[in-house]
């Protein structure tokens, strides 16, 4: 158990040996604020977290028109029963000309 306890250890810090002096340290990884996390990967995770916001907002705007079209949809079935009764000839309902 010792044995493989201290052989992952050896493969990590070989491991990071080879991040720091391979990569880091030749500038093949580029890292503008020193936190040893290359640039390209907290490129990608603003690129993501833009991306929610954009999903975020686009859902904020559906739901307002959702809602909408929710209201126009119940004028237009209050407005139907004002077309039957016009056909049978009663008088208009709603709104009155302006004169």
Do not use: H, S, T
Request: proline share 1%.
């Amino acid at each position: 158990m010792l044995k493989i306890i201290g052989l992952i250890v050896v493969v990590l810090v070989v491991g990071a040996a080879v991040y720091y002096f391979g990569f880091y340290k030749r500038g093949k990884i580029n890292d503008r604020d020193g936190d040893y996390i290359p640039d390209e990967i907290e490129d990608a995770a603003d690129k993501v977290k833009d991306a929610a916001k954009e999903v975020k907002r686009r859902a904020k705007n559906v739901k307002k028109e959702l809602g909408d079209v929710v209201n126009a949809a119940k004028e237009v079935g209050n407005q139907l029963g004002d077309v039957g009764a016009a056909v049978k000839g009663k008088k208009r309902q709603g709104r009155k000309k302006k004169k």
